[in-house]
Every structure is written in C-alpha cells, then in structure tokens.
C-alpha cells in the first residue's frame, strides 16, 4: 500500500494536542525538546483562543490549538525518541513537568513520562 502524498514536513499521519494553555505547551515543546516553530502556521482565532500552532521535533510536525469552552477533554500522549534522556528530563522539569515514570530500561531502551 503507498502512502498518500503528504505536503513537505508533514507525515501521513500528524499528532495535534487540544489542550488548555497552548501557547504555554507549545513553548514548552520548543524548549524541551529543541522543537523549531512554523511561525507562518500560528493562527489565532476571532475570539483570540490559538487555533493552531506547529512545532517541528527532529521529523515530525506537532500541531496544538487551545481547547475551546464546549469541547470535550481530549487526552493524548506522545511518544518522542531522544539522544540525552536525562537531559531533556533536566529541562522538562525545569519548565514545571512533572516526572510520572522514572527512567525504565524497556526492551533495550530507556524510557520516562512527563
């Protein structure tokens, strides 16, 4: 099966977040894990709630918009290969993460929640 055709920098598949502090979680994305902004992409919508954003991490374009009063909670997670765990942990808990799970050796690599 071939995938469909994919603009440039995009997959087939693309995660994007609904969260609550956007902006916020954007930001963090970009400090945490070096993330580069697609600043043309930023759009805020008439009620001034962030309708999208998109970060760029390593190959893969992380889309965010702020949860709007109605929508239902959306919960997500997002699995990101590092090369320095612990230094990406260093800066997520530095910008106010939370560690969930510690550092675990899980079938010959290392992994931990935010």
């Not at 965010?64 to 590092?82: D, I, M, N």
């Not at 993460?97 to 010959?108: N, S, Y």
């Amino acid at each position: 099966m071939s995938a469909p055709p994919a603009p440039e920098g995009y997959a087939t598949v693309n995660p994007f977040i609904i969260t609550r502090d956007a902006d916020d979680v954007t930001r963090f994305v970009i400090e945490v894990f070096d993330g580069e902004e697609r600043v043309e992409a930023r759009t805020i919508d008439e009620d001034g709630l962030l309708l999208q954003s998109e970060v760029r991490v390593g190959t893969t374009t992380i889309m965010l918009a702020e949860r709007k009063p109605g929508w239902p909670f959306t919960p997500s997670l997002l699995q990101v290969y590092v090369d320095d765990l612990e230094l990406v942990l260093e800066r997520a808990l530095a910008r106010g993460a939370r560690l969930v799970t510690k550092p675990t050796d899980f079938f010959g690599a290392q992994f931990a929640r935010v």
